[in-house]
C-alpha cells in the first residue's frame, strides 16, 4: 500500500526565513513524488516534481530514499506563498502492470508566511 | 483555453437523495479521474478513466458510488442514497494519456457536497 505522510498540519514563519514542509511516503516500488499548492480560492496546481529536478518560484525539493522523503524547502519564504501545500505520490498499476498516475495525497500542510 | 470545469459548484441535498456532479476536463484529455476531499483532509482517489472505460474504480467507497463517461469526454459522478458521511469536496482531474509515465493532472474548482 502508498502512503503519504505530512506531520505539520500547520506551518508560520516570517517573511525571508527559511522553510521546510515535511513528507515522508512509503512505496513498495520505484515513486514519482510531487508537491501541489492551493493557494487561497483557487484550484489544486501542480508546484514542482521530483523527477524535474527544478526550483519553481524558489522551492525545491529532493527524493531522498533512504529516508522515503521528499521534503519542500524555500531559503526566504515571501508572503505571496502562503497556501495549502500537498505532497502526493504517484503509483498504481492498471491492466499489463503500467502505471497510470493515480495520485495518492497526504493531509497537506498550511503554511502562513507573516510579513 | 478552459480548464477543468465541475458544475454544479455547491450542492446542498437531504439524506437519501440521489445526485449528480458533473466534469468536463480540458478539450485532449483522455484520462480522468476523481477525488474526494473530506474536511481537513488531502484529496483520496476515486476513479480513474481512460476514454470511455473505467481503467481503476478501487477508490470508490461502496456500491452507492458509481461514475460514467459515456464519450470519452464529459463524466458524471453519481452518488446514490446520499449519506451525511458523503458531504465532501469532490474534485476532477484530466491529463494526457497515462501510461508509463505520468502526465500533470489538472484539477477543477470542485463541487462542494453537503448532505443535510
Known amino acids: 500500500a502508498q502512503r503519504v505522510t505530512q506531520p505539520e498540519k500547520l506551518l508560520s514563519v516570517f517573511k525571508g526565513a527559511p522553510v521546510e514542509l515535511k513528507c515522508n511516503y512509503s512505496?513498495?516500488?520505484?515513486?514519482?513524488l510531487f508537491w501541489y499548492v492551493q493557494y487561497s480560492r483557487q484550484r489544486l496546481q501542480l508546484l514542482l516534481r521530483?523527477?524535474s529536478r527544478e526550483s519553481i518560484k524558489g522551492f525545491t525539493a529532493d527524493l531522498n530514499k533512504g529516508e522515503t522523503s521528499f521534503h519542500l524547502k524555500k531559503p526566504f519564504a515571501q508572503e505571496e506563498d502562503s497556501a495549502m501545500y500537498y505532497c502526493?505520490?504517484?503509483?498504481?498499476?492498471?491492466?499489463?502492470?503500467?502505471?497510470?498516475?493515480?495520485?495518492?495525497f497526504g493531509q497537506g500542510t498550511i503554511l502562513t508566511v507573516h510579513p | 483555453g478552459a480548464g477543468v470545469s465541475q458544475t454544479p459548484s455547491n450542492k446542498v441535498t437531504e439524506k437519501g437523495k440521489y445526485v449528480e456532479l458533473r466534469c468536463d476536463p480540458i478539450?485532449?484529455?483522455?484520462?480522468l479521474y476523481w477525488y474526494r476531499q473530506s474536511l481537513g483532509q488531502g484529496p483520496e482517489f476515486l476513479i480513474y478513466?481512460?476514454?470511455?472505460?473505467?481503467?481503476?474504480d478501487s477508490g470508490l467507497p461502496n456500491d452507492r458510488f458509481f461514475a460514467v463517461r459515456p464519450e470519452g469526454s464529459v463524466s458524471t459522478l453519481k452518488i446514490q442514497r446520499t449519506e451525511r458521511g458523503d458531504s465532501a469536496v469532490y474534485l476532477c482531474?484530466?491529463?494526457?494519456?497515462?501510461?508509463?509515465?505520468?502526465?500533470?493532472?489538472?484539477f477543477g474548482p470542485g463541487t462542494r457536497l453537503t448532505v443535510l
Open positions: 482531474a484530466s491529463s494526457l494519456p497515462s501510461g508509463r509515465k505520468y502526465n500533470e493532472q489538472f
Open positions: 512505496y513498495s516500488g520505484s515513486p514519482e
Open positions: 521530483h523527477i
Open positions: 502526493a505520490l504517484s503509483g498504481g498499476a492498471g491492466a499489463g502492470g503500467t502505471s497510470y498516475g493515480k495520485l495518492t
Open positions: 478539450s485532449g484529455h483522455t484520462a
Open positions: 478513466f481512460q476514454g470511455t472505460g473505467a481503467a481503476d
